[in-house]
C-alpha cells in the first residue's frame, strides 16, 4: 500500500522527566515507525481556539492526558498499523500534575476518546467521539500514578458507515474533564490550566482486511418521480440499484456518485451528487436502493440540449472487488428542454440619409433594427456594435460606434431601430473600394440568448473617390466690351461646415485695369457637380481701380448651411449682380470646395 518510510515523533517535557515512545509495526511488506506523543495543547472540540488559562490562585489540580497508545489488550504490544476487520484498545493515561487533589461537589471527571483524520487533529468540528471515560475523584491524586484507562475499537463496525476506511490514515485524541463536545467552558473542575487536558495525536494506518468476494454493481439508473425529461433550471433527482453480486460482504461501506454530461458541463462528466451505503446493507446478493431526493436534488443546466446521466457505487475505489470494471451502470440519455429566452438579431442595416454610396473621407452614419425573435424579454439593457472593412482599414473590421436598446422596449417579437448619425458616426477612409459594415446587437455579451451565432448583419456599399467639382462662370457669356477689368482674386471659407451652421465666407476683390463703376458681387453655392446653383447674398463696391483690392465678406447670421449633407461649391462672383460689361470676365469667379456634415 505504501512504500515509504513514515516516521512521525512527538515529545513532551514535564517538570525534569522526558516521556519518549516508539512503535514499530509492518504492513503490507512497508515499515512505520512511530515515536509518539504525550501531553500537548490541542483545544477543545467544536471550538475553533483553546481555552484561557484562569490566573494561579492558590493550589489546584491540573489533569493532562500524559499518553495514547494502542495495541492488546494489556497496552504491553503496541500496534500502529489495523487491518479493517481487527479490533484495536486504545489506551490513555490521565495524570494530575497539579498541587492539590481536586475540591467540590464533582466526584468524577469524564474523559473523551475523539478519532481525527491524517497524520494530525483536523477541524475540531469534524471530530468523531468513539467512546467516553469516567475516573473518580480518588484515583487522580497529586502523588498518584497515572489513571490508565482504555476502550475496545473494532473498526469494521465504524467502518460499516465509512467513519474508517482503508487506505487511511488517523489519529486518536484523549481529553481530560471535557464534560462537553462544544463550548466546554471549564469543565466539572477548576484547575490551574484547562489548555493542557488533550493529548497530541496516536496517529493509525488502516489496511485492507483480507481479500473477500465482493463485487458491486450499479442498475436501473432514472430520473425520480417516473421523469424521462427535464426543463432547464428544473429541480430533479435521480434513483439507482446498487447489488452484491460477490457471495460476501464487503468491511466497509462506501459512497455511490451521479454524473452527468452533455453541452451545459462543456461534454466532460460532471459529479452531481453522491449516497452512501453501509457494508451492512450489502450482505451477499443484497440490493440496496438509493435516491437523491429532497434536500439532495439539484438543478438542471441552463443550456438545453441532449445529456446522459451514470451512476457509479464505491467511486473512491474503498472496497477491494473482484471485478472493479462493472461499477457503472449504463448511460441514462435525457433531453433538457432549453429555457425561455431572448434571441437578438440584426436586420434592415443601411447607410443612414437612404445613401448607397459614399465619398472618400465624407461623414456618414449607419442605422439597423434590432429584434428579438426569441421566446422571452432580456434581462438587461444591451449595447450594439457598428463596424466597417474595406481597402481603407486592411480589410480589417474598424469598429465606428455603438449604441444601446433598451431591454423593455425588446419584448418577443418587438423590434428597435438604433441610429449612428452622421454628426456621431465617422469619416470613411479616403480609400475608395467596396466596404462591408457590420452591426451586431448585445456586443458585450450581456444578455443570454437560445443563439448566440445570429446577432450580427452586413451590408457592402461603394466608396468612390472624391469627386472633381464643376465652377461655373455665370459672366462667361456677357460681353467684352467694358473699359475696366475687375478680378476675384481668393476666397476664404473652412473645408467642413456642420449643417445649419452659419456661412460666413471672406473674399478679395481687385481692380485690374481701368477705374470700375460701382459694381454689386455675388454670394451663391452649388452642388459638386454644378447642379443647384444659388445666390445668398451680395456685396456692392465703390469701384476700383487698377491695384486697387478690397476684401468682400457675407455678414455673420444672415445665411445658414440648411442644405442637405454632401460636397459643394462656394462662390464669390465680382461684378455678379450688375454684370456691366468688362475687357474680361473670365477672372470674375473665385471658388472653394467644401462638405457639409
Known amino acids: 500500500m505504501y512504500s515509504e518510510v513514515i516516521i512521525m515523533k512527538k515529545t513532551l517535557l514535564i517538570g525534569t522527566s522526558l516521556f519518549l515512545f516508539s512503535a514499530n509495526s509492518i504492513a503490507a511488506g512497508c515499515r512505520y515507525e512511530y515515536i509518539e506523543l504525550y501531553t500537548g495543547s490541542i483545544g477543545i472540540p467544536g471550538t475553533s481556539t483553546p481555552p484561557t488559562d484562569p490566573p494561579a490562585s492558590g493550589k489546584l489540580p491540573d489533569f493532562i492526558t500524559s499518553k495514547v497508545t494502542m495495541g492488546s489488550k494489556d497496552g504491553k504490544h503496541e500496534k500502529y498499523t489495523w487491518k479493517i476487520n481487527e479490533t484495536a484498545y486504545v489506551h490513555d493515561y490521565i495524570d494530575n500534575i497539579g498541587t492539590a487533589d481536586w475540591e467540590g461537589k464533582a466526584k468524577k471527571i469524564k474523559v473523551p476518546f475523539y478519532l481525527s483524520k491524517g497524520t494530525k487533529e483536523d477541524s475540531h468540528s469534524e471530530w468523531v467521539r468513539v467512546s467516553r471515560q469516567e475516573i473518580k475523584k480518588e484515583h487522580l491524586k497529586v502523588k498518584d500514578k497515572p489513571k490508565h484507562e482504555y476502550i475496545k475499537f473494532n473498526l469494521a463496525e465504524w467502518a460499516n458507515d465509512s467513519t474508517v476506511l482503508p487506505g487511511r490514515t488517523y489519529n486518536f485524541v484523549v481529553c481530560a474533564d471535557r464534560p462537553k463536545d462544544e463550548n466546554n467552558g471549564d469543565g466539572d473542575v477548576k484547575e490551574k490550566h484547562k489548555s493542557n487536558n488533550c493529548s497530541t495525536e496516536a496517529v493509525f494506518y488502516v489496511d485492507f482486511g483480507p481479500a473477500r468476494n465482493v463485487d458491486l454493481i450499479a442498475d436501473n439508473l432514472a430520473l425520480t418521480g417516473g421523469r424521462t425529461e427535464l426543463q432547464a433550471g428544473e429541480k430533479y433527482g435521480l434513483q439507482v440499484e446498487v447489488s452484491n453480486i460477490g457471495t460476501?460482504?464487503?468491511?466497509?461501506?462506501?459512497?455511490?456518485?451521479?454524473?452527468?454530461?452533455?453541452?451545459?458541463?462543456?461534454?466532460?462528466?460532471?459529479?452531481?451528487g453522491d449516497e452512501h451505503s453501509k457494508a451492512s446493507s450489502l450482505y451477499a446478493g443484497a440490493i440496496h436502493f438509493e435516491s437523491m431526493t429532497g434536500d439532495d436534488e439539484v438543478s438542471a443546466p441552463m443550456v438545453g440540449g441532449d445529456y446522459?446521466?451514470?451512476?457509479?457505487?464505491?467511486?473512491?475505489?474503498?472496497?477491494?472487488?473482484?471485478?472493479?470494471?462493472?461499477?457503472?451502470?449504463?448511460?441514462?440519455?435525457?433531453?433538457?428542454?432549453?429555457?425561455?429566452?431572448?434571441?437578438?438579431?440584426?436586420?434592415?442595416?443601411?447607410?443612414?440619409?437612404?445613401?448607397t454610396s459614399l465619398i472618400a473621407g465624407e461623414l456618414y452614419g449607419l442605422t439597423?433594427?434590432?429584434?428579438?425573435?426569441?421566446?422571452?424579454?432580456?434581462?438587461?439593457?444591451?449595447?450594439?456594435?457598428?463596424?466597417?472593412?474595406?481597402?481603407?482599414?486592411?480589410?480589417?473590421?474598424?469598429?465606428?460606434?455603438?449604441?444601446?436598446?433598451?431591454?423593455?422596449?425588446?419584448?418577443?417579437?418587438?423590434?428597435?431601430?438604433?441610429e449612428i448619425t452622421d454628426e456621431h458616426g465617422a469619416h470613411i477612409p479616403n480609400v475608395a473600394g467596396t466596404y462591408t459594415a457590420r452591426a451586431c446587437a448585445d456586443y458585450h455579451g450581456s444578455v443570454p440568448e437560445s443563439d448566440e451565432n445570429n446577432n450580427c448583419s452586413e451590408m457592402t456599399f461603394e466608396v468612390q473617390p472624391v469627386p472633381a467639382c464643376v465652377i461655373l462662370n455665370p459672366l462667361?457669356?456677357?460681353?467684352?466690351?467694358?473699359?475696366?477689368?475687375?478680378?476675384?482674386?481668393?476666397?476664404?471659407?473652412?473645408?467642413?461646415?456642420?449643417q445649419g451652421d452659419e456661412m460666413h465666407p471672406k473674399a478679395q476683390l481687385c481692380g485690374v485695369s481701368g477705374t470700375s463703376p460701382r459694381t454689386r458681387a455675388t454670394w451663391a453655392y452649388a452642388n459638386c457637380d454644378g447642379t443647384g446653383f444659388t445666390v445668398f447674398d451680395g456685396d456692392t463696391d465703390d469701384g476700383l481701380s487698377a491695384g486697387e483690392c478690397v476684401t468682400e465678406e457675407n455678414k455673420e447670421g444672415d445665411d445658414l448651411a440648411n442644405m442637405p449633407p454632401g460636397r459643394y461649391v462656394m462662390y464669390f462672383i465680382a461684378n455678379g449682380e450688375t454684370q456691366v460689361p468688362e475687357s474680361d470676365h473670365s477672372n470674375n469667379v473665385t471658388a472653394k470646395v467644401f462638405v457639409v456634415e
Not at 266 to 272: A, L, N, R
Not at 310 to 339: F, G, K, M
Not at 409 to 414: C, D, I, K, S, V
Not at 478 to 488: E, K, N, Q, R, V
Open 308 to 355: 446522459v446521466f451514470r451512476a457509479c457505487a464505491d467511486y473512491e475505489q474503498v472496497v477491494p472487488e473482484t471485478d472493479e470494471s462493472n461499477n457503472c451502470t449504463d448511460e441514462l440519455p435525457v433531453y433538457i428542454a432549453p429555457p425561455p429566452m431572448p434571441d437578438l438579431i440584426t436586420e434592415g442595416l443601411q447607410l443612414t440619409h437612404g445613401r
Open 476 to 498: 462667361a457669356s456677357l460681353p467684352t466690351t467694358g473699359s475696366f477689368d475687375l478680378a476675384a482674386t481668393s476666397i476664404e471659407f473652412p473645408d467642413v461646415i456642420q
Open 368 to 418: 439597423v433594427a434590432i429584434r428579438n425573435i426569441g421566446n422571452a424579454t432580456p434581462s438587461s439593457n444591451i449595447r450594439s456594435s457598428y463596424a466597417i472593412k474595406g481597402p481603407g482599414t486592411g480589410d480589417a473590421w474598424q469598429q465606428v460606434a455603438d449604441d444601446g436598446s433598451d431591454a423593455d422596449q425588446l419584448y418577443p417579437g418587438a423590434a428597435q431601430w438604433e
Open 248 to 272: 460476501e460482504q464487503p468491511w466497509n461501506g462506501f459512497r455511490t456518485k451521479y454524473e452527468i454530461k452533455g453541452p451545459g458541463t462543456g461534454g466532460v462528466w460532471q459529479k452531481i
